[in-house]
């Protein structure tokens, strides 16, 4: 497998001034790029809009943060997240389960879903434990806190019995994991038959590993070189050999992914580079000027995100 090595560079400072100067900017330019993202068929639009919904409740009744608010109002989501949290919430907020394990997955995500599900449980697993307080906050806010359970862990060192959960989801992490395929069978032990796994996992038309210079969550140790392991692309041959050889073929799949070689990666320098100074109001509508779906792996002509549900003889 070819692999990459990714400088992060340092983020451009601006001050206070500036950095209020670009707020500004989102709360009056989100509004027309959601607009123009609706009127040329982004995905995940209606998702945001929930999102915002939400957001203008916690803002009225004073129960998070003015900065947690304002995220939701109008930067919830970037990039892929946009065909990922479409996906998925489409496919299960019709769906009921009683319990659920989320490993890792962006908060919201997970929360909109226990949100559509009144008496359902959710186990989410994460072994960043700033981030999981940051999710503890969120669900006291949303009103779900009795209905959570937040663990310090990663799958592999999860102490779950099998066959427990209805639903499992893992949301852009699994190509994070070394272990991947043992992942995938740690989950796919712990569903119930009839069970859902839900995985979105970058892919391309020829595998690829990323090695990067900062060592983002702290949770896997440089090499000796100084890069830290940071993500895998799967072409379909490794989807077949981690995952379909332990699942079989997923029951729905969908391919998302740039237009044209290169987009994505520029899209992520920008915002390595640019920090605060990133125009963050033009994701939704970028995202459907720039990317498409396609119907195979194979098609790709360079980075991509598939979608894929299975569920349990």
Same mark, same amino acid.
């Given at each position: 497998m070819r692999k990459q090595y990714i400088d992060v560079p340092l983020p451009m400072s601006c001050s206070s001034f500036y950095g209020q100067w670009m707020h500004l900017k989102g709360i009056l330019l989100s509004p027309l790029y959601l607009v123009m993202a609706i009127m040329v068929g982004a995905p995940g639009i209606g998702f945001r809009l929930r999102l915002a919904a939400i957001g203008v409740r916690l803002l009225l009744t004073g129960r998070a943060s003015l900065g947690t608010c304002y995220n939701l109002l109008f930067f919830p989501m970037d990039s892929t997240r946009h065909f990922e949290f479409h996906e998925v919430?489409?496919?299960?907020?019709?769906?009921?389960?009683?319990?659920?394990?989320?490993?890792?997955?962006?908060?919201?995500?997970?929360f909109m879903l226990l949100m559509q599900n009144k008496t359902a449980t959710l186990n989410m697993l994460n072994p960043d434990s700033q981030d999981t307080q940051a999710s503890e906050r969120l669900a006291d806010a949303l009103g779900l806190i009795n209905r959570c359970t937040f663990t310090n862990s990663t799958i592999e060192m999860a102490n779950y019995t099998a066959k427990t959960f209805d639903l499992i989801t893992c949301i852009s992490v699994l190509e994070h994991i070394p272990a991947d395929r043992e992942a995938v069978e740690m989950m796919w032990a712990l569903l119930r038959p009839g069970g859902r796994l839900i995985l979105t996992i970058p892919c391309r038309a020829q595998p690829l590993e990323q090695y990067i210079s900062h060592n983002v969550y702290g949770v896997l140790s440089p090499g000796p070189d100084g890069y830290t392991f940071w993500q895998r692309y799967y072409d379909e041959e490794r989807l077949q050999s981690v995952i379909f050889n332990i699942t079989g073929l997923p029951a729905k799949m969908a391919v998302y992914g740039e237009r044209s070689y290169g987009l994505f990666y520029r899209n992520m320098?920008? %915002?390595?580079?640019?920090?605060?100074?990133?125009?963050?109001?033009?994701?939704?509508?970028?995202?459907? %000027?720039?990317y498409q779906y396609f119907q195979t792996l194979a098609e790709l002509p360079g980075e991509g995100v598939v979608m894929l549900e299975f569920i349990k003889p």
């Amino acid at each position: 497998m070819r692999k990459q090595y990714i400088d992060v560079p340092l983020p451009m400072s601006c001050s206070s001034f500036y950095g209020q100067w670009m707020h500004l900017k989102g709360i009056l330019l989100s509004p027309l790029y959601l607009v123009m993202a609706i009127m040329v068929g982004a995905p995940g639009i209606g998702f945001r809009l929930r999102l915002a919904a939400i957001g203008v409740r916690l803002l009225l009744t004073g129960r998070a943060s003015l900065g947690t608010c304002y995220n939701l109002l109008f930067f919830p989501m970037d990039s892929t997240r946009h065909f990922e949290f479409h996906e998925v919430f489409n496919r299960l907020m019709n769906r009921p389960f009683n319990r659920y394990l989320d490993v890792s997955s962006p908060r919201i995500l997970p929360f909109m879903l226990l949100m559509q599900n009144k008496t359902a449980t959710l186990n989410m697993l994460n072994p960043d434990s700033q981030d999981t307080q940051a999710s503890e906050r969120l669900a006291d806010a949303l009103g779900l806190i009795n209905r959570c359970t937040f663990t310090n862990s990663t799958i592999e060192m999860a102490n779950y019995t099998a066959k427990t959960f209805d639903l499992i989801t893992c949301i852009s992490v699994l190509e994070h994991i070394p272990a991947d395929r043992e992942a995938v069978e740690m989950m796919w032990a712990l569903l119930r038959p009839g069970g859902r796994l839900i995985l979105t996992i970058p892919c391309r038309a020829q595998p690829l590993e990323q090695y990067i210079s900062h060592n983002v969550y702290g949770v896997l140790s440089p090499g000796p070189d100084g890069y830290t392991f940071w993500q895998r692309y799967y072409d379909e041959e490794r989807l077949q050999s981690v995952i379909f050889n332990i699942t079989g073929l997923p029951a729905k799949m969908a391919v998302y992914g740039e237009r044209s070689y290169g987009l994505f990666y520029r899209n992520m320098s920008m %915002k390595l580079l640019m920090g605060p100074r990133y125009p963050f109001w033009q994701e939704p509508y970028m995202m459907a %000027k720039e990317y498409q779906y396609f119907q195979t792996l194979a098609e790709l002509p360079g980075e991509g995100v598939v979608m894929l549900e299975f569920i349990k003889p």
